[in-house]
């Protein structure tokens, strides 16, 4: 891929996927909610290990932590501040809300949990919520940048695998700061982005798809049979592990082959997944609007309802950053 150059099967795979983030938040039917969660957290992890551009070298290595700690980590604390102060009409700098504010940004847990007893315990500590997602990737791609800047690639593979199975381990018995447990327990996602190359111009990508539907389609069927639940990496439900693992991947290759057929260079789906992370921000701010689109009891329309006024806002504030730009051109 030449620099500058885009992927547009990717574009159109993450344009589904953040379409479907927004549907599984807004219908609260497992057979609906499942499915989608089964993969679509990972498969953004995944991607983002294929599209990322690793390091060569520690000075290349240290600026880009830095500009990805702004491009991730900032805008996750600002959701939170703009969140609270707005919702629940507190100041966040405030003595009586300061150790809330500060236990909720350290854990950035996805779901509000009980802190455990190695932390002091007793004390509820509340969600940072879709925010978490920002917060773990910073910290497992660049942990992982890190270690295949340093190490052979079979080296990196195992250490993966490894830190996936202790990430899983230690989520049952405590929730680690930062949410470093989902950390680990992502890592080889990351690997399998960066490493495994998925080829659109393959003569069997029919085949393939298929195989990954029907993988997909049995081990989630397996997960909801012995479990009623499916993998939610927020709460930490590693269903079945490592059998959710494979679940998340085969949904991920079936999307990934579902995009092949559809990608269009200016089609909406590649457009709003090359826009994903301003969507991303949008519905993580959308709580501010909830009345707008909880006006009914049918969680279906609610759902269509958010989708439109997410899409409608995404819409405005790209029109908006384009005047800027050609302003700020201009202006030159």
């Not at 290349?60 to 500009?67: D, G, H, N, Q, V």
């Not at 600002?78 to 504010?101: P, R």
């Not at 940048?145 to 195992?158: A, E, G, N, P, T």
Request: glycine share 4%; proline share 3%; charged share 15%.
């Amino acid at each position: 891929m030449k620099n500058g150059d885009r992927i547009y099967w990717i574009d159109c795979a993450k344009g589904i996927t953040i379409l479907l983030v927004i549907i599984g938040h807004s219908i609260y039917n497992p057979m609906v909610r499942g499915p989608i969660f089964s993969f679509h957290m990972p498969l953004f992890f995944i991607l983002s290990g294929m599209t990322y551009k690793w390091s060569k070298d520690i000075i290349e290595y240290k600026a880009k932590t830095l500009k990805a700690f702004w491009h991730l980590i900032i805008p996750a604390i600002s959701i939170y501040v703009v969140t609270t102060v707005l919702l629940e009409k507190s100041d966040v700098f405030l003595k009586s809300n300061l150790l809330a504010s500060v236990l909720t940004l350290f854990f950035s847990s996805g779901v509000k949990f009980s802190l455990p007893l190695f932390f002091g315990g007793g004390y509820i500590v509340n969600a940072l919520g879709m925010p978490w997602f920002l917060v773990v990737l910073f910290f497992a791609r660049s942990i992982y940048d890190y270690l295949q800047m340093k190490i052979s690639k079979r080296l990196v593979m195992i250490i993966c695998i490894f830190l996936s199975f202790i990430g899983a381990i230690i989520s049952k018995y405590i929730w680690l700061p930062f949410s470093f447990d989902i950390v680990l327990a992502i890592m080889l996602y990351l690997y399998i982005g960066a490493n495994v190359c998925i080829n659109k111009n393959t003569d069997n990508r029919v085949f393939k798809c298929t195989m990954a539907f029907i993988i997909w389609v049995f081990t989630l069927l397996i997960e909801f049979y012995f479990t009623q639940n499916y993998l939610e990496l927020a709460s930490r439900e590693y269903v079945l592990f490592p059998l959710c693992h494979i679940t998340a991947i085969a949904g991920t290759l079936f999307i990934c082959g579902i995009s092949n057929v559809l990608e269009k260079k200016n089609s909406i789906l590649c457009y709003l997944g090359r826009h994903s992370l301003y969507i991303f921000c949008i519905h993580a701010l959308d709580k501010l609007w909830k009345p707008l689109y909880n006006m009914t009891c049918s969680d279906v329309a609610n759902c269509m309802f958010r989708l439109m006024i997410d899409l409608l806002i995404f819409v405005m504030i790209i029109w908006l950053k384009k005047q800027v730009d050609e302003k700020y051109k201009k202006g030159i």
